[in-house]
């Protein structure tokens, strides 16, 4: 069963069926889900300097978030360093935003590990941490064994045992797999897997998913900021997005525009956060986010190790990637 939170996100209109499964108001059998449109950044993680998590800087960078029209926020995402963290503070930090976040944010968890019983505990301890939905991703370690049986059985299992929703989660540049499209399909399917956030940027591949799963009410996140409009266009419902932690109100701006059909305004404005998303993800990331957090007024601070600092030459290209799209 879905959590009482979940429950009153979904509304009086569907209910659950026999089975497990949710059925809508006209009587089939439907997936009843939480609408996930809109703009999530995936929230760094703060430390101290012994890197220890700063829950008071985390607090704080909360705070300035609920101020800007998010549908919720990513947490434990890889821009929050989660294989770094271990369980216990992975759940923890769900903890604390859901204890600072007003209640009209949905809280996304990352609850993703490498075998679907660790998976399975942890998404169940995210849920119990007050979680909406779980975010889970790939597993990768055996990436030659992932093929579409393995990762179906993984994410069915996850699904039928989870007491709120799942989203699918496909990272390519970190997990070296793509989540192949015949088992998003498939999957798609499942009453209690709600969409999936694709981070490749392969628009032809967003727009397939969504395509093919247009009967199952599938909702698919753009997973980076550097192709937020182009998923739109295919199809998507929204984005999470490592760029948000910086620039959120212009990324809900961004989502404005693309949503009411501006798109002349929404090109224009893309097109200048292309190089500032590419700084902070593919090309520098997780500590170029946090530096350009701090530029930007929160709390990014250091990572934990083996995560580097940026070097100064790396620090002035991620200035001018900024700069010269008239962001500093």
């Given at each position: 069963?879905?959590?009482?939170r979940a429950?009153?996100?979904?509304?009086?209109?569907c209910?659950?069926?026999p089975s497990?499964?949710?059925?809508?108001?006209?009587?089939?059998?439907?997936?009843s889900?939480?609408?996930?449109?809109?703009?999530?950044?995936?929230?760094?993680?703060?430390?101290?300097?012994?890197?220890?998590?700063?829950?008071?800087k985390?607090?704080e960078?909360?705070?300035?978030?609920?101020?800007?029209?998010?549908?919720?926020?990513?947490?434990?995402?890889?821009?929050?360093?989660?294989?770094?963290?271990t369980?216990?503070?992975?759940?923890?930090?769900v903890?604390?935003?859901?204890?600072?976040?007003?209640?009209?944010?949905?809280?996304m968890?990352?609850?993703?590990?490498?075998?679907?019983?660790?998976?399975?505990?942890?998404?169940?301890?995210?849920?119990?941490?007050?979680?909406?939905?779980?975010l889970?991703?790939?597993p990768?370690?055996?990436?030659?064994?992932?093929?579409?049986?393995?990762?179906?059985?993984?994410?069915?299992?996850?699904?039928?045992?989870?007491?709120?929703p799942?989203?699918?989660?496909?990272?390519?540049a970190?997990?070296?797999?793509?989540?192949?499209?015949?088992?998003?399909?498939?999957?798609?399917?499942?009453?209690?897997i709600?969409?999936?956030?694709?981070?490749?940027?392969?628009?032809?591949?967003?727009?397939?998913?969504?395509?093919?799963?247009?009967?199952?009410?599938?909702?698919?996140?753009?997973?980076?900021a550097?192709?937020?409009m182009?998923a739109?266009?295919?199809?998507?419902?929204?984005?999470?997005?490592?760029?948000?932690?910086?620039?959120?109100?212009?990324?809900c701006?961004l989502?404005?525009?693309?949503?009411?059909?501006?798109?002349?305004?929404?090109?224009?404005?893309?097109?200048?956060?292309?190089?500032?998303?590419?700084?902070?993800?593919?090309?520098?990331?997780?500590?170029?986010?946090?530096?350009?957090?701090?530029?930007f007024?929160?709390?990014?601070g250091?990572c934990?190790?083996?995560?580097?600092?940026?070097?100064?030459?790396?620090?002035?290209?991620l200035?001018?990637?900024?700069?010269?799209?008239?962001?500093?």
């Amino acid at each position: 069963m879905l959590s009482a939170r979940a429950w009153t996100r979904l509304g009086p209109l569907c209910r659950p069926g026999p089975s497990g499964l949710w059925r809508g108001t006209r009587g089939h059998t439907s997936a009843s889900r939480l609408d996930l449109s809109g703009i999530y950044p995936p929230i760094a993680t703060p430390f101290t300097a012994r890197e220890e998590v700063d829950y008071q800087k985390l607090e704080e960078n909360l705070h300035k978030y609920a101020q800007i029209p998010f549908k919720g926020l990513v947490v434990q995402g890889s821009n929050g360093e989660y294989p770094y963290l271990t369980e216990d503070e992975r759940v923890e930090v769900v903890k604390a935003v859901r204890r600072s976040l007003p209640s009209d944010k949905l809280v996304m968890a990352g609850s993703g590990c490498e075998s679907t019983r660790a998976t399975i505990q942890l998404t169940e301890k995210m849920a119990a941490a007050g979680a909406d939905a779980v975010l889970v991703v790939t597993p990768c370690f055996y990436k030659g064994k992932m093929d579409s049986r393995a990762l179906i059985e993984h994410f069915i299992k996850v699904a039928d045992s989870s007491s709120v929703p799942v989203v699918l989660y496909s990272v390519p540049a970190n997990t070296g797999l793509d989540l192949p499209v015949d088992a998003v399909v498939r999957l798609a399917q499942h009453p209690n897997i709600l969409g999936l956030k694709d981070s490749g940027g392969d628009i032809t591949r967003i727009g397939l998913v969504v395509h093919k799963t247009s009967r199952q009410d599938f909702q698919v996140l753009a997973g980076s900021a550097g192709f937020l409009m182009a998923a739109y266009c295919v199809g998507a419902v929204g984005g999470v997005c490592a760029l948000a932690n910086v620039l959120g109100r212009e990324l809900c701006e961004l989502e404005r525009l693309c949503v009411t059909g501006r798109w002349d305004e929404a090109r224009a404005l893309q097109q200048r956060l292309i190089e500032p998303n590419a700084a902070v993800t593919r090309k520098l990331g997780v500590p170029a986010l946090k530096q350009a957090m701090e530029w930007f007024g929160f709390h990014g601070g250091a990572c934990r190790s083996p995560l580097q600092p940026l070097t100064e030459a790396e620090t002035e290209q991620l200035r001018r990637d900024f700069t010269s799209n008239g962001w500093m």
